[in-house]
């Protein structure tokens, strides 16, 4: 049985809140980050442990111009073919569907002003 753990957190653009959580010796025991306000760069990345892959907003690369204020991170640990982006025009939302034999779960990743 598949059992998944997601961590929530509003990061309130904290590099220090950030890299504690990601850093901190219980980042492995969690499947799925979902943040809200993370610490963007200069080059418009965040930072995360190899061990994840980073999803950002449909919107990150083809709108520059606007800030994005959800992310999640998905750990390498879940197979690639079992999950995918869905699609959705907003800087503030980050959709990802994971599919096993529990059928099709969607997960909302949401920064609500």
């Not at 979902?34 to 690369?61: D, G, K, W």
Request: glycine content about 2%.
């Amino acid at each position: 049985m598949l059992t998944l753990k997601i961590w929530q957190q509003n990061l309130n653009t904290s590099l220090i809140t950030q890299q504690s959580i990601l850093n901190g010796p219980s980042v492995k025991d969690w499947n799925i980050y979902a943040f809200q306000e993370p610490h963007i760069n200069f080059l418009r990345n965040m930072y995360s442990p190899s061990c994840y892959h980073v999803v950002y907003p449909s919107t990150h690369l083809t709108q520059p111009e606007l800030a994005s204020r959800a992310v999640t991170l998905i750990s390498k640990s879940l197979n690639t073919n079992h999950w995918q982006q869905i699609p959705f025009p907003s800087p503030d939302v980050v959709v990802i569907q994971l599919l096993g034999p529990f059928g099709r779960c969607t997960l909302f990743n949401i920064y609500n002003d």
